[in-house]
């Protein structure tokens, strides 16, 4: 009886130890009872609608390979002691209410997304608890209420720089179901690699794939359409919108390098870095990639790029089929065809009942803002971002500060980029969009969300690729889910060292920012920059949203470090 009592009171200080529910994102509404529910073997979770068994299912698989207790399905739809109900309760997607009392933990919500999410905000505090000999595992008594900030809360994974295959992508993808992103943007072609196979152009897979940043002649690597139709899949299961992006006019090299007949031309540096917009067959050979990669995505969104054309549009200019084409149309200049390149390719989305998505350089062409959504990258240019707005697009917040996950994330790293010594720290990604974005752009309903973007040019291995991106991930979900009112940088800096025992157990290799040393820097390549000094940009912004980067010290520096990037990788 002793051992019992014992067992019990140390399990009850288990419980009352977990005062901070360690969720991330953080909720927006949290109230705390005194009661516990116990977690166990004999635990029954149901649900009375069809609709959701599918996630009942998947909750029982991943707290059995959390903790290994086997939750039991109810069949009977009712009287279980956790139970999925679906209600009228909130008009948002993704809102949901979770009550965890001492007999029954409900989760409610109005949508298949909210109760997914309020499942995964439970499956969060079961991993943050420890079960006793028994397997009995203690749930504080607690509501929840929450509801995400942004509808867009995205990551982009480019795989044309280096690739890392299937397994890594679903691994990717679960982790962003953790922490409640919703949108993975998959860059999948571009200078040194094209990712996706086109039957119709089966070349643009077998020779475009050939090679990456690191070595231009290693095999071909790229996703099958069967590859596609698998993580799509996943992705579905988890409530992941995956969209691709299709890179046009510029970036075009490798797939150029398969059908040299469509390039543009090349200058020094960058040799068939556009289509030829002269040639009527390059719109036609363009047309049938965009309806094949469609077909392969429910997204009914494609990123048509859009961005660093100028790198390549000097052989534009000398090209005399292309002068031809400017004078009969009467362009003054490269811009405007470089602008009537992507209206005809825009054209070609929207004829398939999707949407254009496009970096922000597409912000001065004529795209239908009710079918189009803009990437502002360009944190120096924030008019782009303003005229977006005054265009009525909707628009993602994605700049390179801090938003650009292949920026060092500390002192002392040197493999990454800097500019200046300009870090982009988990806090830093935190605390975005609130300290860079002035309020008036942030009321803006134009404002569809936020997205962090992971170039790979500095990236070989799925070590660097977790060190880069771990934990920043976790400041991403932050961001984009909790309103500014909720947020807590030092609460969520103690949440983030408890989520650090789930990273282990993944065998994620990643960045501790407590102790640096914990993970040595993983560095794929010889790094051209030397360790920085820690620095930040601060954006001042007037009433009407105009502003300038200024530059704020935070230690100490002679000199800021300049960064050593090749020319064309401006973005990327």
Partial sequence: MKFKLLAALLLFSVCVKAQNLNIIPQ???????????????????????????????????EVYKA???????NSTGSGSLIDLVLTSSSSITGAYTLNIAAEHITVSASNKEGIFYGLISLLQLIKDQQADNDNNLCL???????????????????ESRHFFGKQKVKQLLDWMAYYKLNK????????????????????????????????????????????????????????????????????????????PEFSGGSVAGYPNFTFNPANEKTYQYLADIIKETNSLFPAHMIHLGGDEVAYGVKAWSLDTAIARMMQKKNFDGVNQLEQYFFKRMADTVTSLNSKILAWDEATGGNLPPDK??????????????????????????????PLYFDFLQDTGLVAGRNWNGVLNRVTDVYNFPDRQVSAEELNSKLIVGIQANLWTERIESEKR??????????????????????KNELAFTDKLKADF???????????????????????????????VKARSYVRHTSKRGHGKISRKKHTSSKKGHKSSKRPHKKRK
């Fill in 501 to 531: 025992k789930n990273y282990d157990a993944a065998g994620i290799y990643y960045y501790n920012p407590f102790d640096p040393s914990f993970h040595p820097e993983v560095v794929d390549f010889v790094p051209r920059i030397k360790p």
């Fill in 465 to 486: 690729l977790d060190f880069m991106l771990f934990p920043r991930i976790a400041g991403l979900a932050e961001a984009a889910w909790t309103s500014a009112e909720q």
């Fill in 372 to 401: 189009t959504i803009i990437f502002w990258w360009r944190q120096n240019l924030p008019g782009q971002l303003h005229l977006a707005l005054q265009k009525n697009y909707q628009v993602v917040l994605c700049p390179r500060l």
């Fill in 184 to 259: 993975f943007h998959w860059h999948l072609t571009d200078v040194q690699g094209w990712r996706i196979e086109i039957k119709k152009y089966p070349k643009l897979a077998t020779i475009g794939g050939i090679g990456n940043y690191s070595d231009t002649s290693v095999e071909a690597k790229y996703y099958t359409q069967d590859d596609i139709h698998d993580i799509v899949a996943y992705a579905v299961q988890r409530f992941i919108t995956v969209i691709p992006e299709i890179d046009m006019p510029g970036h075009a090299t490798a797939a150029n390098k398969a059908y």
């Fill in 140 to 158: 504080q008594d607690c509501r929840i209420a929450d509801a995400p900030r942004y509808q867009w809360r995205g990551l982009m994974l480019d």
């Fill in 27 to 61: 909720p927006q509404s949290v109230s705390r009872g005194v009661g516990q529910f116990y977690l166990n073997n004999r635990t029954t979770i149901g649900t009375n609608d069809t609709t959701l068994l599918a996630l009942v299912t998947y909750f029982q698989k």
């Fill in 67 to 73: 903790k290994g207790i086997a939750l039991v399905q």
